[in-house]
């Protein structure tokens, strides 16, 4: 299946990955629909149309699918349930209901990719206080107990150590099933962005070193400070996670580096993903572009790097500083929400410089 120009690419989800689509689809000639709950989400603004409804509106979701050519997502979280309301309808929805499913559930996710021979870090399911407290023991006192399901940018997780009080981790969490992992001493974090066509074609983007505070992505950076052979077998790793999914669109595959440049896979994203925001700037073809041709059945386009890059997320107050200022310090992206709250992501910036 192959979109001509001018047909309709579906969203589901609205907000700034949609909008960034959304924008990538324009400059291709398609039209967008977005689907999603937000009264005046990023993703709406730009879209020709936008559903406002819940994921598990059926009639909703229908309707939104008779409109469209073919479905994509801008987020790991919507409901498997809704992936295959659309893909009951007969329209195509890439990249499918399998990726979103193992992503969704963290057990699931890291016994996929053992299956699949990318190495994780040392992790146990918990599904009670006796689990956490048998788990704890045997991964030692320093590691982090997360919900198997929801949670990100350092929500729904719980740093444990030598003296944490297990039993209020394990209440804090909802006392919900969920995964304990190890702690690993690493020496850096990088992300593989990756991505597949419908003809089984990778185009692999330059492994960018991931920066975090307080749980939130502050900083890619790329090309990441590993050496060749451990920037191929990232590259390499996400190629494998992609045709063991079946994928068509893009990926982020996140590992951790040891000081030995063995890499443990964290965890991944079925989706363009906040740690490739510098590739429109710095790479012939951007991440949002690839995915609108994958999901279109078009060729990929090249990912190779033009020039060294450095995104920096926006967060909270970020935004606030005058507009003269953000223009001044590299390529800006403001992702159209009105409301600025602590570590709500408004907006980036890429500064380039030379390979």
């Given at each position: 299946m192959s979109l001509e120009y001018g047909d309709t690419i579906g969203i589901l989800g609205d907000g700034q990955l949609g909008r960034m689509l959304a924008g990538a689809a324009a400059r291709l000639g398609f039209r967008t629909i977005s689907f999603g709950p937000g009264e005046d989400s990023p993703a709406g603004q730009v879209c020709g149309r936008h559903f406002t409804a819940s994921y598990d509106d059926s009639a909703a979701l229908t309707e939104f699918a008779s409109h469209c050519d073919v479905v994509t997502v801008e987020f790991e979280n919507v409901p498997v349930s809704a992936a295959e309301t659309v893909i009951s309808t007969g329209t195509p929805f890439r990249p499918g209901a399998n990726a979103l499913s193992v992503a969704q559930d963290r057990v699931e996710e890291k016994r996929f990719l053992e299956d699949a021979g990318i190495a994780c870090a040392p992790w146990r399911a918990i599904d009670s206080l006796e689990d956490l407290i048998a788990a704890h023991a045997a991964l030692g006192p320093d590691a982090i107990l997360k919900t198997r399901r929801d949670g990100y940018d350092g929500k729904g997780q719980v740093r444990l150590s030598t003296d944490s009080d297990l039993a209020a981790a394990w209440a804090e969490l909802g006392a919900q099933p969920a995964i304990l992992e190890g702690f690993v001493a690493f020496k850096l974090e990088i992300s593989a962005v990756i991505a597949r066509g419908a003809d089984g074609a990778v185009a692999a983007y330059a492994p960018s070193r991931n920066v975090h505070e307080g749980g939130i992505l502050r900083r890619a950076i790329v090309p990441a400070?590993?050496?060749?052979?451990?920037?191929?077998?990232?590259?390499?790793?996400?190629?494998?996670?992609?045709?063991?999914?079946?994928?068509?669109?893009?990926?982020?595959?996140?590992?951790?580096?040891?000081?030995?440049?063995?890499?443990?896979?964290?965890?991944?994203?079925?989706?363009?993903?906040?740690?490739?925001?510098?590739?429109?700037?710095?790479?012939?073809?951007?991440?949002?572009?690839?995915?609108?041709?994958?999901?279109?059945?078009?060729?990929?386009?090249?990912?190779?790097?033009?020039?060294?890059?450095?995104?920096?997320?926006?967060?909270?107050?970020?935004?606030?500083?005058?507009?003269?200022?953000?223009?001044?310090?590299?390529?800006?992206?403001?992702?159209?929400?009105?409301?600025?709250?602590?570590?709500?992501?408004?907006?980036?910036?890429?500064r380039l410089r030379p390979l």
């Open positions: 400070p590993v050496a060749t052979d451990v920037a191929s077998k990232a590259q390499t790793l996400a190629a494998r996670l992609t045709e063991r999914l079946d994928y068509v669109g893009v990926l982020a595959l996140e590992f951790f580096v040891l000081a030995d440049g063995k890499l443990l896979a964290n965890e991944f994203a079925p989706r363009v993903h906040n740690s490739g925001h510098w590739t429109p700037e710095a790479c012939m073809t951007g991440q949002f572009e690839n995915h609108i041709r994958a999901v279109a059945g078009w060729p990929l386009g090249k990912a190779s790097l033009l020039h060294g890059a450095e995104m920096e997320n926006l967060i909270g107050e970020d935004a606030a500083a005058p507009v003269e200022d953000l223009l001044a310090r590299g390529h800006l992206t403001l992702y159209g929400k009105r409301e600025i709250r602590p570590g709500r992501k408004m907006g980036h910036l890429v």
